[in-house]
């Protein structure tokens, strides 16, 4: 029987299987940070796709803490209707669950939309901002200079992390994921390469990952009891024979946050440094959420270039992870997750309007929400 369809539990969440759709940016919120007709098509996608868990795109806790311009937000009240209206219908048309990414994008903010190939905007564009980070460090030689953030408004942006988590429970999202991968803000505070600070949240292994750990515990005082919360780590820079983030620190910060109650580990890497040297190839992360696994008890997410559905069953049945996260595969193919049933010999639910849809020859691959 295929692993890959049988539940798993994120803390009180019930998946029905572990085919994780993970977050990616759309880019396609208005200047407001607010969600458009985009994002409900696009949610409606993920909702009928059959996958166990949606965790949509990195939603920004501050202003200046978008990718873009036309990154989603959750500062205020308006985001959070206009976010629950979208939901509201996507629940009406599937029981899937969604979660959302909380996120910071610190030095990389202020970013153009990546198809225009612009890169970083400076504060004087029109759709540019001061960016701000752990230390006075851009990530590129040609984009602005950082602001380092002060001990008051490091409290800010956990404050709003915070604020945020309790906007996206009244909002009914099913989990809150925090993003601390790809060079974004918390992966800035926990990488030596980045974070040159001489405070409290810089210097040795406990100190850079204060922000990390001090963001979980407010998110979890924030949320009701035993509200699933999971996290987002880049398991190294790859940036091997210099002083950065790497599996060990990964491992460590792993147990730290499985001991706060995090519910899930989501192994991904990179992104911190613009001379990272990564080697790329199937399922090049897995190695990562491995050695992750073999550490804690909850569940671990393994992510990159996965791709065919024997791919994902191996990561599983070889317990080199606990469920799978699938990205860009979804956008290429929305259905994947059916694919993979029928490849697997396994059942998978479906919306019953496209009960008649199941090939012939597959009398077994559909059930009905």
């Not at 540019?128 to 040609?142: D, I, K, P």
């Not at 880049?234 to 002083?243: I, L, N, R, Y």
Request: hydrophobic residues 45%.
């Amino acid at each position: 029987m295929s692993l890959l369809f049988q539940p798993i539990q994120f803390g009180k969440l019930s998946l029905s299987n572990k085919i994780i759709i993970a977050p990616m940016c759309q880019y396609s919120a208005n200047n407001n940070g607010e969600v458009t007709f985009w994002h409900e098509q696009q949610w409606a996608k993920y909702a009928l796709s059959g996958a166990g868990l949606t965790i949509i795109e990195a939603t920004a806790v501050q202003p200046e803490g978008r990718i873009s311009h036309a990154d989603l937000g959750l500062w205020n009240d308006d985001q959070a209707e206009k976010m629950k209206g979208v939901l509201n219908k996507i629940k009406a048309i599937s029981p899937a669950p969604f979660a959302i990414q909380l996120a910071h994008a610190g030095r990389k903010a202020s970013s153009d939309l990546p198809w225009t190939g612009k890169g970083q905007l400076n504060p004087q564009d029109a759709l540019g901002w001061q960016t701000v980070s752990a230390s006075e460090l851009a990530f590129n030689e040609a984009d602005h200079v950082p602001h380092a953030l002060t001990i008051d408004e490091i409290q800010n942006v956990i404050a709003d992390f915070a604020q945020a988590a309790k906007r996206a429970v009244d909002v009914g999202f099913d989990l809150i994921e925090i993003h601390a991968a790809h060079g974004y803000l918390l992966h800035q505070f926990l990488s030596p390469l980045s974070n040159k600070r001489t405070d409290e949240y810089g210097g040795n292994f406990e100190n850079r990952i204060r922000l990390t750990v001090e963001i979980f515990e407010a998110i979890k005082k924030a949320v009701p009891q035993d509200f699933p919360i999971g996290i987002r780590i880049s398991a190294t820079d790859w940036m091997d024979g210099v002083d950065s983030w790497n599996v060990e620190s990964s491992v460590e910060l792993s147990k730290k946050l499985e001991a706060l109650g995090a519910v899930y580990i989501h192994v991904s890497s990179g992104g911190l440094d613009a001379k990272q040297n990564i080697d790329i190839h199937s399922c090049y992360q897995v190695p990562f959420a491995h050695a992750i696994k073999q550490a804690v008890n909850i569940p671990v997410i393994a992510v990159g270039l996965i791709e065919e559905p024997m791919q994902a069953e191996g990561v599983l049945q070889y317990e080199q992870a606990d469920a799978i996260g699938i990205a860009r595969g979804i956008l290429y193919q929305p259905n994947w997750p059916w694919q993979a049933a029928a490849e697997l010999g396994a059942k998978i639910a479906v919306s019953p309007q496209y009960l008649r849809c199941q090939p012939h020859g597959l009398k077994d691959l559909f059930t009905s929400f």
